[in-house]
């Protein structure tokens, strides 16, 4: 750590950072370490070139996942999270889940256990990455999706165990519902307080960024109680905290002729299925979507599969007191360690770590420098493949080609 670095300090909603921050990093399982590298250079070279020394980031590693577990015992160590609090911001890599067995999810418990209630992640088409759509350049939405409730809690039972006939014997006998005996059995809480909260960050941001509109996506056409209150809950705090800035869209189309007025913000609602079909079909009708955790995660997934994929989709989990910024993609075991996997996603988050703390100059330095880097045709091979003629680069030549361009964006 630089012997000048300092804390970075939130309250009530500020934050005082320091012109040489300590932030801690997690390097991630799986490609974790490789893309880390990558990332990790592009992002302190870009701090050089726009502050010119006068700004540096002190990296502070701290463990979580398998080198959590191998150095200290513990997939997600206390002093992990204590680091986390103290100083404020975090990037991380991808972090292993494994699949209808053992260990919960590490990130769903870092994102639980700091109350990091709105994951945020950003899609929007870069020029030259190829995509199955006609039109790309059309998406430009921001998912804001619900963090820390619904089945991403991880209340369920299996099917034969004992927990599991408590619940099916109350549910029968206290409630004349019947359930049957070989059913795995989950809950799904989504509650009024992280609702509003979730949808009030998205209208705060649409109305920050001038966006047209906030789109609640929901199945509460069906999970009245649930994803229904999770729509009903969005409409009232945006009247309650923001009814001067936004109007619904049946007040558009009632007294507005279908005209949105400039000043303000159209607060819309889909039902989760026809969205996957709107997004394909109409993506240039939405800027800021809100959204219970798994339709979140459904939906922002399909989406950066429009522009490139999870290899280029950065992401956010922010709280009231700190943030953790990671790539939206797995670990992918089977490139760990090969140096081949697309750092972009963890490269772009870093640039959303910067927005943050207010360095916006470095994060635009990044956006336009690897947006030049691929339109040079330099990519990494999950790219390549779908360019003709094309011959990908290694993780780590891309981040060189990244660095290196960083002087070809300023000539220009």
Same mark, same amino acid.
């Given at each position: 750590?630089?012997?000048?670095?300092?804390?970075?300090?939130?309250?009530?909603?500020?934050?005082?950072?320091?012109?040489?921050?300590?932030?801690?990093?997690?390097?991630?399982?799986?490609?974790?370490?490789?893309?880390?590298?990558?990332?990790?250079?592009?992002?302190?070279?870009?701090?050089?070139?726009?502050?010119?020394?006068?700004?540096?980031?002190? !990296?502070?590693?701290?463990?979580?996942?398998?080198?959590?577990?191998?150095?200290?015992?513990?997939?997600?160590?206390?002093?992990?999270?204590?680091?986390?609090?103290?100083?404020? /911001?975090?990037?991380?890599?991808?972090?292993?889940?494994?699949?209808?067995?053992? /260990?919960?999810?590490?990130?769903?418990?870092?994102?639980?256990?700091?109350?990091?209630?709105?994951?945020?992640?950003?899609?929007?088409?870069?020029?030259?990455?190829?995509? *199955?759509?006609?039109?790309?350049?059309?998406?430009?939405?921001?998912?804001?999706?619900?963090?820390?409730?619904?089945?991403?809690?991880?209340?369920?039972?299996?099917?034969?165990?004992?927990?599991?006939?408590?619940?099916?014997?109350?549910?029968?006998?206290?409630?004349?519902?019947?359930?049957?005996?070989?059913?795995?059995?989950?809950?799904?809480?989504?509650?009024?307080?992280?609702?509003?909260?979730?949808?009030?960050?998205?209208?705060?941001?649409?109305?920050?960024?001038?966006? *047209?509109?906030?789109?609640?996506?929901?199945?509460?056409?069906?999970?009245?109680?649930?994803?229904?209150?999770?729509?009903?809950?969005?409409?009232?705090?945006?009247?309650?905290?923001?009814?001067?800035?936004?109007?619904?869209?049946?007040?558009?189309?009632?007294?507005?002729?279908?005209?949105?007025?400039?000043?303000?913000?159209?607060?819309?609602?889909?039902?989760?299925?026809?969205?996957?079909?709107?997004?394909?079909?109409?993506?240039?009708?939405?800027?800021?979507?809100?959204?219970?955790?798994?339709?979140?995660?459904?939906?922002?997934?399909?989406?950066?599969?429009?522009?490139?994929?999870?290899?280029?989709?950065?992401?956010?989990?922010?709280?009231?007191?700190?943030?953790?910024?990671?790539?939206?993609?797995?670990?992918?075991?089977?490139?760990?360690?090969?140096?081949?996997?697309?750092?972009?996603?963890?490269?772009?988050?870093?640039?959303?770590?910067?927005?943050?703390?207010? !360095?916006?100059?470095?994060?635009?330095?990044?956006?336009?420098?690897?947006?030049?880097?691929?339109?040079?045709?330099?990519?990494?091979?999950?790219?390549?493949?779908?360019?003709?003629?094309?011959?990908?680069?290694?993780?780590?030549?891309?981040?060189?080609?990244?660095?290196?361009?960083?002087?070809?964006?300023?000539?220009?």
């Amino acid at each position: 750590m630089e012997k000048s670095a300092g804390i970075i300090i939130k309250s009530d909603g500020t934050m005082d950072v320091p012109d040489f921050p300590a932030v801690p990093f997690i390097e991630g399982d799986g490609v974790g370490p490789d893309i880390w590298r990558a990332a990790g250079r592009v992002i302190d070279r870009a701090v050089e070139v726009e502050y010119g020394g006068k700004r540096k980031i002190s !990296w502070i590693e701290i463990y979580a996942g398998e080198k959590g577990y191998r150095k200290m015992g513990d997939r997600l160590p206390e002093s992990t999270l204590k680091t986390i609090r103290k100083h404020v /911001i975090t990037l991380k890599g991808p972090l292993s889940t494994p699949v209808g067995k053992g /260990i919960r999810s590490i990130n769903v418990a870092l994102r639980r256990e700091l109350d990091l209630y709105a994951c945020i992640r950003p899609v929007k088409y870069i020029d030259s990455v190829p995509s *199955p759509m006609k039109h790309p350049e059309m998406v430009d939405m921001v998912i804001f999706r619900e963090n820390t409730e619904d089945v991403y809690m991880g209340i369920e039972w299996p099917a034969t165990s004992r927990e599991a006939e408590t619940v099916r014997s109350f549910l029968r006998d206290r409630m004349g519902v019947f359930l049957p005996a070989d059913a795995g059995i989950g809950i799904k809480p989504i509650s009024e307080k992280k609702s509003k909260m979730l949808v009030a960050k998205a209208v705060s941001y649409a109305i920050q960024n001038k966006l *047209p509109s906030v789109t609640l996506v929901h199945k509460g056409n069906i999970m009245k109680f649930t994803e229904g209150a999770f729509r009903n809950w969005g409409y009232e705090v945006a009247e309650q905290d923001f009814g001067d800035q936004t109007i619904t869209e049946k007040e558009m189309l009632d007294c507005y002729g279908g005209e949105r007025p400039a000043d303000k913000v159209v607060i819309k609602d889909r039902i989760a299925d026809m969205m996957f079909q709107e997004v394909l079909l109409r993506p240039e009708q939405y800027h800021v979507v809100a959204t219970p955790n798994l339709n979140g995660d459904y939906l922002s997934d399909a989406i950066a599969a429009q522009v490139g994929g999870l290899g280029m989709a950065p992401g956010a989990n922010i709280g009231e007191t700190c943030a953790v910024f990671e790539p939206t993609h797995g670990t992918a075991p089977m490139l760990a360690g090969k140096n081949t996997a697309n750092p972009s996603s963890l490269i772009l988050s870093g640039a959303m770590m910067l927005d943050y703390i207010g !360095w916006r100059e470095a994060s635009e330095l990044i956006r336009k420098t690897l947006a030049l880097t691929i339109k040079k045709k330099t990519v990494t091979w999950d790219l390549a493949c779908q360019i003709q003629g094309i011959q990908g680069v290694t993780c780590s030549a891309f981040a060189d080609a990244m660095i290196k361009n960083f002087g070809c964006l300023e000539k220009n």
